[in-house]
């Protein structure tokens, strides 16, 4: 099973034509983009497969050096677009015509349908995961965790979240016997040795058995909110709302490793220091590719 298993890499909102988008930023010593770190990872576990849903100023050059550097270490990459109008029914084009922003990561996920015929692992492009991670997504795809209508996803203790902040805004999730109960709404914590949550990042281990209520939400969300400009439709929120029907079950494992989100340029120096620390600790060889 483990050899069918694909890595879905999020990157429609992170890049544009000037290459300042989110995971664009050189953290690694030979100047690796962050997500590069999640594709070595993966490629670590077995993964052969890796998807990427884009936007339209993801540019042939950057398809190119993703496609070299995956193919060269023996695997297969696809790159899926994501516009306003994918999936969309030409019946409502006349009201998101003056949308911008895409429909959110759930919309995202859900045009892959064609290309995931086995469980995948799903991630964002600005976010560093470490391996701890991509190792329990494997584990929990080996021992038969993940299977139609029973997922998993990777959640990361609050104080392992913090970035150049002291404050920031997470998704807290609760828990019954290591089973997903809630995610709450994004708050403001403050950093606190006695915070001891655990938090929704958007480390999702799925079933293509998802992708049939995907598409059935995405067509309730669209006649709900097809003209409001802002309103995304977003993984958790539509796990949440599956949950509350009884129409699935999650499984949380937590990683025991810190994830760090690219925000803009402002911490790239840090996430390169602790990059650099892995490399010491030889957790990472350098330069990445050879």
Request: charged content about 25%; hydrophobic content about 35%; overall charge negative.
């Amino acid at each position: 099973m483990l050899n069918s298993l694909s890595l879905v890499i999020l990157a429609g909102d992170d890049y544009n034509t000037q290459k300042k988008g989110k995971y664009m930023n050189c953290v690694g010593p030979k100047k690796e983009f962050v997500v590069e770190y999640s594709i070595y990872n993966a490629l670590s576990i077995g993964i052969k497969h890796i998807v990427f849903v884009i936007n339209q100023d993801f540019d042939i050059e950057t398809k190119k050096y993703f496609q070299h550097i995956i193919e060269s270490q023996g695997g297969t990459v696809e790159f899926i677009l994501q516009t306003t109008y994918t999936a969309v029914s030409r019946s409502i084009y006349d009201k998101i015509e003056h949308r911008k922003k895409s429909w959110g990561n759930a919309h995202a996920l859900m045009i892959t349908k064609r290309h995931l015929m086995h469980p995948f692992i799903v991630i964002k492009s600005n976010e560093y995961y470490g391996i701890d991670a991509f190792i329990k997504a494997k584990e929990l795809i080996e021992n038969g965790t993940v299977i139609p209508n029973r997922y998993a996803m990777i959640a990361y203790e609050l104080d392992k979240t913090f970035n150049l902040d002291t404050e920031i805004n997470r998704e807290v999730c609760s828990t019954n016997q290591h089973f997903l109960s809630s995610i709450d709404s994004p708050k403001t914590y403050i950093i606190n040795e006695e915070n001891e949550f655990s938090v929704n990042v958007d480390f999702w281990i799925f079933h293509p058995s998802i992708f049939r209520s995907l598409e059935d939400q995405f067509e309730d969300f669209l006649k709900e909110n097809a003209s409001e400009l802002e309103k995304n439709f977003t993984l958790s929120d539509m796990i949440i709302e599956m949950m509350k029907e009884n129409q699935l079950e999650v499984k949380v494992e937590n990683s025991n490793q810190n994830w760090i989100e690219i925000i803009e340029r402002e911490n790239e120096q840090e996430v390169n220091h602790y990059i650099q620390e892995l490399i010491h600790q030889h957790k990472y060889p350098n330069p990445l590719w050879k």
